[in-house]
């Protein structure tokens, strides 16, 4: 399900490079939005050949989370190519808009989903697993470089959840787990967005979410980027990306590791 130029929906980003104020609004109100065409033709077959390449040469390192998902973090260190993906000045400005305050970057991440996968990634939160202090509410770019319908792995979003506060990190692999904490999210109507490759979803670090199985015979690919707070503090929890860094509780989450390029 290749996606050519004809096919590629517009983009809703402006020739000034933001999104329109109902965008801005619908993610504040929502905890999530879809932002069509962040990337253009061209960048979506340099960057998925590129992610595909990164992906078969870092192959044995992913193979984490049982089987949901192939996760590679801070490709952006690592990739020439991935890392002006995870630094593109449109995006984190398009984040900075719609969240109100300046961000850094926090970390980025490749997630696969091999072909005929039939493991979903429950619903969860992303923040509980930061080891994040003093923060406003994060979110991440989760940008599309193939087609994505249902039937390859979109994520499904639990909209007004940004401000669920507190929970404890969630199993992805228990589909219950979420709900248990907190019943009331059961009930919450569940909104399913499927992406073009370009196509983008922008959600906020507490925004409830979950992503449904890869049926297709083609792999799933989507690089995300996730921003913080620009004055985030280490909580002094561990975490992949901190854990070398030799940092303190309550230090600052800055410097050349965590930059803000579109500042």
């Not at 933001?18 to 504040?28: C, D, F, M, Q």
């Not at 490709?75 to 109100?100: F, S, Y």
């Not at 994505?148 to 992805?172: A, K």
């Amino acid at each position: 399900m290749a996606t050519t130029t004809a096919e590629q929906p517009r983009s809703d980003v402006g020739t000034d490079g933001l999104v329109p104020g109902e965008l801005v609004s619908a993610y504040r109100e929502s905890g999530f939005v879809r932002v069509r065409g962040v990337l253009e033709p061209g960048q979506i077959e340099r960057f998925r050949a590129g992610a595909e390449a990164f992906l078969e040469t870092h192959r044995a390192e992913s193979l984490e989370k049982k089987g949901v998902f192939s996760q590679l973090v801070n490709v952006w260190q690592r990739d020439q190519t991935l890392r002006e993906l995870t630094l593109d000045r449109r995006l984190g400005r398009i984040a900075e808009q719609l969240a109100g305050f300046p961000l850094r970057l926090w970390h980025d991440q490749m997630l696969v989903k091999e072909p005929h996968n039939n493991a979903a990634t429950e619903f969860h939160q992303d923040r509980p697993y930061w080891p994040h202090a003093g923060d406003r509410l994060p979110l991440s770019a989760w940008i599309a470089l193939v087609d994505v319908p249902p039937e390859r792995g979109c994520m499904t979003f639990l909209p007004g959840t940004q401000d669920r506060t507190g929970l404890r990190p969630q199993d992805l692999h228990h589909e219950e787990d979420l709900f248990e904490m907190d019943p009331s999210l059961r009930w919450i109507p569940r909104v399913t967005v499927p992406l073009r490759a370009g196509d983008c979803t922008f959600h906020s670090g507490y925004t409830g979410h979950m992503a449904l199985p890869n049926r297709t015979g083609q792999a799933r690919l989507a690089h995300v980027t996730i921003y913080m707070d620009e004055a985030t503090r280490y909580s002094g929890t561990g975490h992949v990306v901190t854990d070398p860094l030799g940092l303190a509780a309550g230090d600052r989450l800055d410097g050349e590791s965590f930059p803000r390029p579109w500042a």
